[in-house]
């Protein structure tokens, strides 16, 4: 986005980004329902707020993706793109951990993978702007009698409550599962112990122009990326820094304030 955009960090540089590969990806997120399909039945037991068949698988770590994708591709008869190892035995559960990740393309590159793999950062941006130069996809928030920048400062005083009550932002942020959505939900008594605060993916507004549903809110999408500020200059199919352990979320979820989500 904009570098006049209000609510960058200082880790956010914009900079020109060549992608060279076409690419598919799922129109939703991965649900609970699929997930099983992959998973001995208990290997993943959400806690009451996540626990829905059509909701979006939440609270696993980013080997279990790869292994995942890894699974998917097996059963579509595709070579898997990632060869995971010095791994624990825990996998499908939270602390499933590996040791060595090694991308299975001669090149080294996810983008030369056949099979199902993780979006890289530029990928995922790409793929949830929808092509806008605006703050959402859906347009910039509507702050009558205040500049964005103002908006934004006000934003950060304000609890998910207020937010709610107020529809701080306007009709750009409905179909966003964020921690407004959530905590109207909870004064409704839709949300919380005995009902999720996660939607049904594609439940929430219209999908983007690209056909995705929730790439911002309700749960936070891992990419392959590991993270490292950018540097401004130009690049073409970036895949993150080459050392490192912290890897890239992206999308914010259910509980993500509103002033982080674009």
Not at 123 to 130: C, D, F, T
Not at 143 to 168: G, I, M
Not at 218 to 228: C, F, I, L, P, T
Not at 232 to 255: C, F
Request: proline residues 7%; glycine residues 10%; charged residues 20%.
């Amino acid at each position: 986005s904009s570098m006049a955009h209000p609510g960058r960090h200082d880790d956010e540089l914009r900079h020109r980004v060549y992608l060279t590969h076409r690419y598919f990806m799922q129109e939703t997120e991965v649900t609970k329902a699929q997930w099983d399909t992959v998973f001995a039945p208990g290997a993943y037991v959400p806690s009451p707020e996540f626990d829905c068949d059509q909701c979006p698988v939440s609270g696993l770590n980013f080997f279990n993706a790869l292994y995942y994708a890894n699974q998917i591709s097996e059963r579509a008869g595709l070579p898997h793109c990632y060869s995971m190892n010095q791994c624990n035995a825990e996998v499908g559960t939270p602390h499933f951990n590996c040791q060595d990740i090694i991308v299975n393309t001669a090149s080294g590159s996810p983008y030369d993978c056949l099979g199902y793999r993780l979006p890289t950062e530029a990928e995922w941006a790409y793929a949830a702007g929808g092509g806008a130069d605006t703050i959402l996809p859906t347009g910039n928030p509507q702050v009558p009698d205040q500049d964005l920048e103002a908006a934004y400062a006000e934003f950060k005083t304000l609890s998910c409550e207020h937010v709610a009550r107020a529809n701080v932002g306007g009709d750009v942020f409905q179909g966003i599962n964020d921690c407004a959505r959530t905590a109207q939900r909870i004064a409704n008594g839709l949300c919380g112990v005995d009902a999720p605060c996660l939607n049904p993916v594609a439940s929430s507004g219209e999908p983007n122009v690209f056909g995705l549903s929730d790439m911002l809110g309700n749960v936070s999408e891992w990419v392959w990326d590991r993270y490292a500020p950018y540097d401004g200059q130009p690049v073409t199919n970036p895949t993150g820094a080459t050392r490192g352990h912290l890897r890239v979320i992206r999308g914010g979820s259910y509980r993500t304030p509103r002033y982080h989500m674009r």
